[in-house]
């Protein structure tokens, strides 16, 4: 067999599983992330709206 022909062959079960997996985790991870971003964005305009501050505001609604 050549060094790349390997590459050429459908992916053995044990390999799809493992695909499987780290891609569920990786979408959970990324949820997980966006869940955290969104509270700290909520919590940034919530204070920002609380305490008047209007550039903390702009800040929050876009100006990362």
């Known amino acids: ?3 790349i022909a390997h590459l050429l062959l459908p ?3 044990r390999t799809l ?3 499987g997996t780290t891609w569920c985790n ?11 971003y ?3 964005l909520c919590e940034g305009i919530r204070r920002s709206a609380d305490c008047g ?6 800040h929050w609604a876009g100006d990362n």
């Open 38 to 40: 969104w509270l700290q």
């Open 1 to 3: 067999m050549q060094p």
């Open 26 to 36: 990786s979408k959970r991870i990324a949820r997980q992330c966006a869940y955290v």
């Open 53 to 58: 501050n209007v550039c903390g505001l702009i």
């Open 17 to 19: 599983s493992a695909f």
């Open 11 to 13: 992916p053995c079960e």
